[in-house]
């Protein structure tokens, strides 16, 4: 099977394999790429079905990296000898130097990928020949993606007083603040109360609660 070549190559240059949920991660030096790509070409992943770029800078437990760039290689089944075979090459980058070579020399369909990537998490692909924005406004400063952009929102009201703050209900999820919403207008009703209401407005119309 393909996949089992690309996990004998890694262990062959030291290069770490995770499994976990029926995916494979292989970890890529990124001073390799430039071999590890044709390399997997010759074992039989023809094609690049996505990459995507991750900021890592607020995940609660330890990375190598801030940033890691994942590519996903397939082994296409019924085309040039696939066999369906798929796995994740993760390339951790540094925060200091957010710089990688370019998958496009090796598989055209990394073009708008690497683009996006460059544009919202401005890591940068050497040797892709048209790294430029794609999403974003050429203006804009920054890149949206990075954990630590600024934000502009809108605190979201509702007729009972309940309102959402968007930076108190991004700690909550991020498990860093249990309180995710906030009142205003006194105190909050609870369902009992709101039930007698219903009751009592059925029983003013005649109806049997």
């Known amino acids: 099977m393909r996949l089992e070549r690309a996990k004998t190559y890694a262990a062959e240059h030291g290069y770490a394999v995770e499994e976990a949920r029926g995916l494979v991660w292989l970890d890529v030096p ?20 996505n990459v995507i ?13 801030r940033y890691a760039v994942l590519f996903e290689l397939v082994s296409i089944k019924g085309w040039k000898d696939g066999d369906g075979s798929r796995f994740f090459a993760r390339v951790w980058v540094p925060e200091r130097d957010p710089v990688l070579p370019s998958a496009v020399p090796f598989y055209a369909s990394a073009n ?3 683009r996006e990537i460059f544009d919202l998490l ?9 790294l430029r924005k794609i999403l974003t406004p050429e203006d804009l400063e920054g890149h949206p993606l990075r954990k630590d952009y600024p934000l502009g929102e809108t605190p979201t009201q509702f007729k009972d007083g309940r309102y959402i703050d968007p930076a108190s209900f991004r700690a909550g999820l991020a498990g860093g603040d249990p309180g995710l919403t906030g009142r205003r207008g006194g105190a909050r009703r609870g369902y009992a109360e709101i039930y007698e209401d219903v009751r009592r407005a059925q029983a003013a119309e005649g109806e049997d609660a």
Do not use: K, V
Request: no cysteine.
């Open 30 to 49: 990124r001073e390799a790429l430039a071999d590890f790509f044709p390399a997997m070409q010759e074992l039989g992943f023809n094609y690049l079905a």
């Open 53 to 65: 770029g991750i900021d890592y800078s607020s995940y609660p437990e330890p990375r190598p990296e």
């Open 112 to 114: 708008f990928f690497e």
């Open 122 to 130: 401005g890591i940068r692909f050497e040797g892709h020949p048209d």
